[in-house]
């Protein structure tokens, strides 16, 4: 045992002055590890309990996995092996993410395994793929194929809680991205996520525009389901706004229309209106399919609660429900009157509840709430979640209860400016290294090199050829760049 513990232990042996130096020492010992794995498979797992005593999952990552996976493949049940899901979970909690550069295919092939479900709890397994996702992609920058099992697992087994620290992330790059990190080595720190993390290295599978759209979708779900209206607003609005070849519109594209304008009328208590970079013929596609939820929008913006609650009834629960919709729709039938009352404060700084209860319907019903013990129940709940910002004051000495609209704070305290600054600062460091990327790899592409070319020439037109020359990249083109209207 002794002889494999010298090759396990041999990376690393001490500081690399140099990317090179750390480079090649690297890919020497990656040789050795898979002819000892090829050699000596049987040995080192009938030993692997005692040399993964021996062996830190943070220090020697490469040499751990490659154990690992072979306990792995030799188990019929890994899912009952209580050792073996302590080994995972320890490797994939502390594991060196440079190492794991040199290491794409077993780190994605453990990472696809945990993202089946089978070997953990939904939410261990959920928790432990964010995890790793973070640690070998810390600005979470990059969307990658094991996006979408995380997703997907937190999604389908609600538990999404554990997701939020990758899901929340702003995705910039695909995978495949071409740009300044060509010709330097993979564990060079200064590089972008989007020049290590690729299909060649096999951190990552390779992605088509439609899979983008979908995982945007499935996050879109994701906040829904927590009822994050203006994250899932985000999510959806960069589906129906992506840019497409031939101006097409993909049925994904308009599912999350759907969605969209529904979760508008949660977010803003109005229909929303379609960002200018749509495509004529994109809305004409919206506005024919999406047809049954443009006129529930105006029931919502220009009718009665009878008459949305009439809207709704129309097509009936089991289309929203094949829709796939039911539960958003139901959302902004129930969200109808605490928008009602809501703009009250547009006309009043202090109504009595049952002028509130007289003025507003529940588009549940059709009418009004019957009592004023209600109406309070309802004010409560607003204010409670923040959708309403007042207070109400209790009848006394024969003076009505009122809702009382409160005005936002108008000035900051010194120590919410400074928490404002502080988080402002925050977000500007963590673009650096995104703007840096997206810069040098701009100034790398053919077309953007004709346009400075022609611009030195005095034939080009400034700005407007500029523009000109993001409009014509092609469809194809979107897998290889930054994420347009992301």
Same mark, same amino acid.
């Given at each position: ?28 010992? +990656?040789?050795? =590890? ?91 397994? =959920? ?38 620290? =990758?899901? @929340? ?42 899979? +983008? ?71 004409? =596609? ?35 429900? &094949? ?5 958003? +729709? ?37 009418? &009004? ?46 120590? &919410? ?43 080009g037109k400034g700005i407007a050829d500029f523009v000109g020359f993001n409009t014509q990249v @092609?469809? @194809? ?10």
């Amino acid at each position: 045992m002794d002889q494999y513990a010298s090759v396990l232990l041999a990376f690393p042996d001490g500081k690399y002055s140099s990317n090179e130096e750390y480079h090649r020492a690297v890919r020497q010992h +990656v040789q050795k =590890v898979e002819k000892l794995g090829k050699e000596h498979g049987a040995a080192l797992g009938s030993h692997a309990a005692q040399l993964l005593e021996h062996v830190n999952p943070a220090v020697n990552s490469i040499s751990y996995l490659t154990v690992l996976g072979i306990v792995v493949q030799r188990e019929r049940a890994p899912q009952t092996n209580m050792t073996l899901l302590t080994w995972i979970t320890r490797f994939l909690m502390t594991f060196d993410a440079r190492q794991m550069r040199y290491a794409g295919s077993q780190f994605s092939g453990l990472l696809n395994l945990v993202g089946e479900g089978s070997l953990f709890p939904a939410s261990v397994a =959920v928790d432990l793929l964010a995890t790793a996702i973070l640690r070998v992609d810390p600005t979470g920058s990059i969307l990658t194929s094991h996006h979408f099992q995380l997703v997907r697992l937190a999604l389908y087994t609600d538990n999404i809680e554990p997701a939020l620290p =990758v899901i @929340e992330k702003e995705i910039v790059f695909f995978p495949g991205v071409k740009g300044s990190g060509e010709g330097r080595h993979p564990c060079d720190l200064q590089l972008s996520p989007s020049e290590y993390i690729t299909p060649e290295s096999d951190l990552t599978g390779k992605l088509k525009a439609s899979a +983008v759209l979908q995982y945007d979708l499935l996050v879109a779900k994701c906040f829904i389901q927590r009822r994050a209206w203006q994250q899932a607003f985000d999510a959806l609005e960069r589906v129906i706004t992506y840019p497409i070849k031939d101006q097409a519109c993909s049925k994904i594209m308009t599912e999350a229309y759907n969605k969209w304008v529904l979760v508008g009328l949660l977010l803003n208590g109005k229909t929303p209106t379609l960002p200018v970079s749509v495509a004529s013929s994109t809305r004409k =596609v919206y506005s024919i399919l999406g047809k049954p939820y443009f006129s529930l929008a105006e029931a919502f913006d220009l009718k009665t609660a009878e008459a949305l609650n009439a809207e709704f009834a129309s097509l009936g629960p089991q289309f929203w429900a &094949e829709e796939g919709n039911l539960g958003l +729709v139901t959302q902004v039938l129930i969200y109808y009157q605490r928008w009602m009352i809501v703009n009250l404060q547009k006309i009043y700084t202090k109504i009595s509840i049952d002028h509130v209860r007289r003025l507003t319907q529940s588009a549940e019903t059709g009418k &009004e709430l019957g009592t004023e013990a209600e109406v309070l129940a309802l004010l409560d709940d607003m204010i409670s979640t923040g959708m309403l910002n007042g207070r109400v004051e209790p009848a006394v000495a024969g003076k009505p209860a009122h809702l009382v609209f409160l005005a936002p704070a108008e000035e900051l305290s010194e120590a &919410e400016f400074a928490t404002q600054m502080l988080q402002t600062a925050e977000r500007i460091k963590d673009l650096g290294p995104i703007v840096k990327a997206t810069n040098e790899r701009l100034a790398t592409t053919r077309e953007y090199v004709r346009y400075m070319a022609r611009e030195q020439k005095g034939g080009g037109k400034g700005i407007a050829d500029f523009v000109g020359f993001n409009t014509q990249v @092609e469809d @194809e083109d979107l897998m290889t760049g930054i994420m347009t209207g992301h």
